[in-house]
């Protein structure tokens, strides 16, 4: 599925990797996280081999994912268990990063109680809660409205400049990836590889419909055969 | 926010038995005794005994103790023989959940089983075992064994496996994943095997005892059918019934409040 993959997360960089639905992107996450098993190659962090399992990853999927049978504070407090923190402790940080994400006074209900961008909000704090090594993130918004995804992009780009922690972040949308991202890497083919990285070096706080932002766009969806572009066929089928 | 569970309950205009449900079940059983005493009324006491005796005979039993001594002989061995196949049901099951092969394995074992009728197995396990105890508690194990399991199957089955891939992402251990992600999602199935086969073991019980053991509330109901008491069959039928509703309803639907709470909450 995957064919020579290389790609480099920088210490404090935001990286996105866009590419149509199917076609590895979830692949890649699995591999460095260590719930999929390579055929041939490794993950290293700052060149040296690592076991994935002794990297501390924070995972957020395209659904929430979190155990309704538990409150809210106590899925968070569940991740930070998992990592070894003591009970008492784990609560006190959920709490915390709960308040991070403003639904600190959610804390106590379940999660079906919450909305579907509410629970995907506690499933971000998560994730960050156990103050991760590297955020893995797979196609997070693409199950919520629009409006909702904006404001939850706008919101993790804020929270994200507080830690400055490495993300990978999977998305099949080009323009929320230039939006999020210090650097884009385009996947695609089958079987899949990086064709084309690009950097996105514009100051942060982004608007998403900044000309700047739509060209790079453009440019992804270029490399990817999507526009009418460089004799591609264009979304009717039909060279330019 | 909750939402209220129906929109009619508690609004002011209501007719009263919408707004108090519990009135609607008190009215029924009313009835019942009504109609029950208004039939007896035709029929002699031999045949058709009416309420007012048949309750007075069951406050007779209790009072004296004897029904404590027969209940508890009859609790005893439900109690030990649903212990036992309760566990073995959820190891069983849950191994023929994730291992394809062993569910083909014992499936036919299991068929065969559910088929077999509960009597059977106790004159059985009288007769491998004797009068004792041994007896009617195999036999509520040997019965309760393949319907607890084909539940726990159905139970594991149906785990999500989204949850355990999300433990496993942030290296739950083991027991954290069994006890706080599995075990979680088992639970509705497990009640419903707790109730269904907490009722089929009082029956399997009471069978056992009328055919071939010298105390318990099936023993007590083949004496009264020996000296042809009608009273005294209706009055230990019922005094059993009264101790089945109490533990549903003191026992098993509190339990099943607390455990499957987060259910009730409601997405905004």
Redesign the interface.
Known sequence: MLRDVTLTVETGEFCCVVGSSGCGKSTILNIV?G?TLPDAGQVLVDDAQVDS?RLR?G?V?Q?P?L????SVRDNVA??L???GVSAAEARARARHYLALVGLAQFED???????GG?QQRVAIA?ALA?EPDLLLMDEPFSHLDELTARSLRAELLRIWQQTKKPVMFVTHNALEAVYLADQVLILSGRPATIMKSLRVSLPRDRQMEDPRLVALQREILDALGLTGANGNPGSNGVPA | ??SSSSSSEGAPGAPIWQRWPLLVHLASLLAVLVVWHAIASFFPPTLLPGPIPVFGRVWQIIFSGTFTVHMGATLLRVATGFFFAFFASIALGIFMGVNRTAERFFEAQIVVALTIPSLAWSVIALMWFGISELAPIFTIFIVLLPVITVNIVQGTKALDH??I?????????RA?VIL??VI?QL?PYLLAATRFGLSLAWKVAVIAELLGLSNGIGYMIHYSFGIFSMLDVFAWTLAFTLVMLAIEYGLLKPLEARVTG??R????
């Open positions: 996280a719930l399992s990853i995972y999927f659904k994912r155990l309704n049978w538990k569940f991740a268990r998992a990592a209900e379940f999660p079906l109680a919450l909305s509410m998560r156990i | 926010m909750k989204e949850m891939e999300m433990a496993n992402a942030f290296r739950a251990g954290m706080e992600v979680p639970v987060w259910r909450a409601v997405a905004l």
